[in-house]
């Protein structure tokens, strides 16, 4: 059984950080890509950053330059460090691993950031 785990979420002020992890079970989480995705109110669900197996990273450019992303293969986990946040970055924060060939994706709970101004 698949279980992604995130963590870290809270309120934050405007300009402050959090760190979001993602703990992953019943996957060969080394060989996958991982993904971060955020959902805010009415909107649709968009990535925010990836990191691939051989530790390539991506972001969306609305947190270029704030945001990191980065895994440790030892604990299965993906980390997303959120720098410099913003009113505009409050959302549900989901841990996502993306399909690959004929292996699923699977999604997390999603965990809640709110940035205050």
């Known amino acids: 059984q698949v279980q992604l785990v995130e963590s870290g979420g809270g309120l934050v002020q405007a300009g402050g950080s959090l760190s979001l992890s993602c703990a992953a079970s019943?996957?060969?989480?080394?060989?996958?890509?991982m993904a971060w995705y955020r959902q805010a109110p009415g909107n649709q669900r968009e990535l925010v950053a990836s990191?691939?197996?051989?530790?390539?990273?991506n972001y969306a450019d609305f947190v270029k330059g704030r945001f990191t992303v980065s895994r440790d293969n030892a604990k299965n986990t993906v980390y997303l460090q959120m720098n410099s946040l913003k009113p505009e970055d409050t959302a549900v924060y989901y841990c996502?691993?993306?399909?690959?060939?004929?292996?699923?994706?699977?999604w997390g709970q999603g965990t809640q950031v709110t940035v205050s101004s």
């Open positions: 996502n691993v993306p399909n690959m060939g004929l292996l699923r994706e699977f």
């Open positions: 019943g996957i060969v989480f080394s060989i996958r890509t």
């Open positions: 990191i691939s197996s051989g530790g390539s990273t």
